[in-house]
């Protein structure tokens, strides 16, 4: 993201001249997702406390209720433990109809081994789900979309869902105006947007002259695999399995347990053809699926985009971008992005005003603050990177990781570190300066010459490594 265009002047007459939401005023919000949800559900709570009343109106395609492209968001589908717990604190939690399965532990596979890493405190705290209802071709909805769960929550606190596109968003007077496609047109007070990287943003807000740049992307693969419960419950168990391989391009990738189904994600730079028929055919990868599975072109799959570095100057007077069409946390945890920007905004809002330089000074250093993160990622899979090309460093975090699992009273410093960066449960900041620790760093090298002067004995353990 771009500082300069980030800047938006002061007002030289103060916050009293900016305009304000107050009883009788009208919000837009164009995007369903958890973004849109969250912004329309906090902007409500906001508003009861300081008691006003206003009207929101969300304007959502898609619907979640149908399985298939028509109800999905296009996610790995993985809320992190701190969501999770940020979101019970907030009253909102997420039933067994919505969490198809618990994770409870990671395994993370290498040419070198295998190792299993328990859930700090042994607590099942993270929740697969699916964004809609289900993949295409799916029999019987057995679960409740992630997505339709928390745009449930808004209208049951009074949002008015549209279903419908927005195919127009122009300023009048000042005031946002938005066309949907079923040719009704409506001004607000204010518009949060909220349409991901997916959807047609750009071309949406192309004549608004206040900087808008949209993120950059890069694209992803996702794959949902049905095999039924108890094949999945087999291969996967309750576990998330991560790939720390050797190929090029490939930054994470991850088998996740949902159900009836095995989704395979892939994140990188660029993710192909080519790439995704290595990763498949990687004999870690080949043991944990079926005997003799082959990719199938009827299977549920797509390749979405996804944000890689945030948006330029993602707010106006009376227009404010959050989630993914702002800025996001890099590869992981953009659920919990979502509900980081969309409440900044929601208080901002309501609080603060609604003018550009009230964004600016009250919901901008968030986004900048995620930004910065962002480039603490980048650093850390660029060395994940060096470590998968290098045989004995990636015999050296496996080394590190199964003692800290196998021996009671080890404190798990490495398991802990590779916990956060798999579900984007800490900032990378914290993950960086607990890799700094001396304790960290000592434990390290001492595993590094124990690889690089003791010969390895046997070959690569299922659950464990043989030392």
């Known amino acids: 993201m771009k500082d300069s265009g980030w800047t938006t002047p002061a007002s030289p007459e103060g916050d009293a001249a900016q305009p304000k939401l107050d009883d009788g005023s009208r919000v837009a919000v164009i995007g369903g997702g958890p973004a849109g949800s969250f912004f329309s559900f906090f902007l409500l709570d906001f508003a009861q406390r300081v008691g006003i009343e206003i009207e929101i109106d969300l304007y959502e395609a898609k619907d979640f209720t149908r399985p298939g492209p028509r109800g ?266 979502a509900y980081r920007t969309a409440k900044a905004a929601a208080r901002t809002a309501i609080f603060r005003g609604v003018s550009a330089d009230n964004f600016r000074r009250h919901y901008l250093p968030l986004c900048k603050a995620i930004a910065r993160d962002n480039l603490i990622g980048k650093f850390t899979f660029a060395v994940a990177r060096r470590v998968q090309k290098r045989r004995f460093a990636r015999r050296t975090i496996l080394r590190m990781t199964a003692s800290e699992q196998q021996k009671e009273g080890r404190r798990p410093r490495m398991s802990t570190v590779l916990w956060d960066m798999f579900t984007g449960s800490a900032s990378y900041g914290e993950v960086f300066k607990r890799s700094l620790r001396p304790g960290f760093l000592c434990n390290l090298i001492w595993h590094v010459c124990c690889c690089l002067l003791r010969p390895r004995k046997g070959g690569a353990l299922r659950r464990g490594f043989d030392e």
């Open 72 to 337: 999905c968001n296009h996610c790995g589908g993985i809320v992190s433990e701190s969501l999770v717990q940020t979101l019970a604190a907030e009253g909102i939690n997420l039933p067994s109809t919505v969490v198809q399965r618990g994770i409870d532990s990671y395994v993370l596979h290498t040419d070198e081994g295998t190792v299993q890493i328990a859930t700090p405190l042994s607590e099942k705290r993270i929740g697969a789900v699916h964004r809609g209802p289900g993949p295409r071709g799916v029999a019987e909805l057995k679960w409740e979309s992630f997505d339709g769960h928390l745009l449930k929550l808004a209208t049951e606190k009074g949002v008015r869902l549209t279903q419908a596109r927005v195919v127009e968003a122009i300023r009048s007077d000042g005031h946002p105006q938005i066309r949907a496609r079923d040719g009704s047109t409506q001004t607000y007070d204010l518009l949060a947007v909220a349409t991901g990287v997916n959807a047609g943003s750009k071309k949406l807000f192309a004549g608004w002259d206040f900087g808008y740049q949209p993120p950059g992307t890069t694209r992803t693969y996702i794959q949902e695999c049905h095999l039924g419960e108890e094949t999945v419950s087999r291969l996967a168990g309750s576990s998330m399995h991560v790939f720390l391989l050797d190929i090029p391009r490939l930054e994470f990738a991850a088998i996740i347990p949902k159900g009836d189904y095995l989704t395979i994600c892939l994140l990188g730079e660029g993710i192909d053809d080519s790439l995704t028929k290595a990763f498949l055919e990687s004999p870690s990868v080949r043991e944990c699926l079926p005997a003799g599975w082959e990719l199938s072109d009827r299977t549920c799959h797509c390749s979405p985009n996804i944000n890689v570095r945030g948006a330029v100057q993602p707010f106006s007077d009376r227009i404010v971008f959050i989630g993914d069409c702002a800025v996001t946390k890099l590869y992981k945890d953009g659920i919990g992005a």
